[in-house]
C-alpha cells in the first residue's frame, strides 16, 4: 500500500493495491479466508457471488489477463462509473479487516488492509485492448470499498457483454423502457 503525507486529501489519495493476474479462468477472489459468508450479498449475484469466506470477480471471458485495482476510501469515493462497461455495488461486511486479491489460482496477488465492518464495495470492470502487444485483449477490474451501512446490490452502468450476460434484466429493463 501507498503511505500517505499528513497533508494528502485522502478522498484523491486511497489507499490502493494495483496487481496484474493471469485469465486462465475469467475470475478472480477478494478473500479474507474465513468461514462467514458475507451479510450483505446474496450467494449468487452474476458478475460478483459470495462464498464462504470470499468473493468471486468474474472478468470478461475473452482476457488473457485482468489489471486489479482496489482502492480503499473513508468516504464514498468520486464517481467513475461512466468510464467502465459494467458496475454494481453492494454492501460488504469485512469481518477480519485483512482481505487480499487472489487470483482464478487462489495464488496471492496483492493484500487489502481496511477496517473491520460494514462497506460498499462497488466493481467495475471493461475490456481493453493492450497497446504493444498485438490484439491481446485485458480486463480492467476497479474495485472502491468504503465505510457504509449495508444495502441491497445495485446495477449502476451494464453495458458491457459481461454485465448483459451476468444481468439480463439490465438489458431487458433497456429495450423494455425504450418501447
Given at each position: 500500500?501507498?503511505?500517505?503525507?499528513?497533508?494528502?486529501?485522502?478522498?484523491?489519495?486511497?489507499?490502493?493495491?494495483?496487481?496484474?493476474?493471469?485469465a486462465?479462468?475469467?475470475?478472480?477472489?477478494?478473500?479474507?479466508?474465513?468461514?462467514?459468508?458475507?451479510?450483505?450479498l446474496?450467494?449468487?449475484?452474476?458478475?460478483?457471488?459470495?462464498?464462504?469466506?470470499?468473493?468471486?470477480?468474474?472478468?470478461?471471458?475473452?482476457?488473457?489477463?485482468v489489471?486489479?485495482?482496489?482502492?480503499?476510501?473513508?468516504?464514498?469515493?468520486?464517481?467513475?462509473?461512466?468510464?467502465?462497461?459494467?458496475?454494481?455495488?453492494?454492501?460488504?461486511?469485512?469481518?477480519t479487516?485483512l482481505?487480499?486479491?487472489?487470483?482464478?489460482?487462489?495464488?496471492?496477488?496483492?493484500?487489502?488492509?481496511?477496517?473491520?465492518?460494514?462497506?460498499?464495495?462497488?466493481?467495475?470492470v471493461r475490456?481493453?485492448?493492450?497497446?504493444?502487444?498485438?490484439?491481446?485483449?485485458?480486463?480492467?477490474?476497479?474495485?472502491q470499498?468504503?465505510?457504509?451501512?449495508?444495502g441491497?446490490?445495485?446495477?449502476?452502468?451494464i453495458?458491457?457483454?459481461?454485465?448483459?450476460?451476468?444481468?439480463?434484466?439490465?438489458?431487458?429493463?433497456?429495450?423494455?423502457?425504450?418501447?
Amino acid at each position: 500500500m501507498e503511505t500517505m503525507a499528513a497533508g494528502d486529501v485522502t478522498t484523491a489519495h486511497p489507499e490502493r493495491v494495483d496487481c496484474v493476474l493471469d485469465a486462465q479462468y475469467p475470475y478472480f477472489y477478494l478473500s479474507e479466508n474465513t468461514s462467514l459468508i458475507n451479510p450483505g450479498l446474496s450467494t449468487w449475484t452474476g458478475m460478483v457471488t459470495a462464498a464462504r469466506g470470499k468473493l468471486q470477480m468474474q472478468v470478461p471471458w475473452t482476457a488473457e489477463r485482468v489489471h486489479v485495482v482496489t482502492e480503499i476510501h473513508p468516504g464514498e469515493p468520486d464517481d467513475v462509473i461512466e468510464a467502465y462497461d459494467d458496475v454494481i455495488e453492494f454492501g460488504y461486511s469485512s469481518a477480519t479487516g485483512l482481505a487480499a486479491v487472489l487470483d482464478w489460482s487462489q495464488t496471492l496477488a496483492g493484500p487489502v488492509d481496511l477496517l473491520p465492518g460494514d462497506h460498499r464495495l462497488r466493481y467495475h470492470v471493461r475490456e481493453a485492448v493492450e497497446p504493444g502487444a498485438g490484439s491481446a485483449v485485458v480486463a480492467e477490474a476497479l474495485i472502491q470499498l468504503w465505510p457504509a451501512k449495508l444495502g441491497e446490490k445495485e446495477e449502476l452502468r451494464i453495458t458491457g457483454a459481461l454485465g448483459n450476460f451476468w444481468h439480463p434484466g439490465a438489458r431487458l429493463r433497456s429495450v423494455w423502457n425504450g418501447l
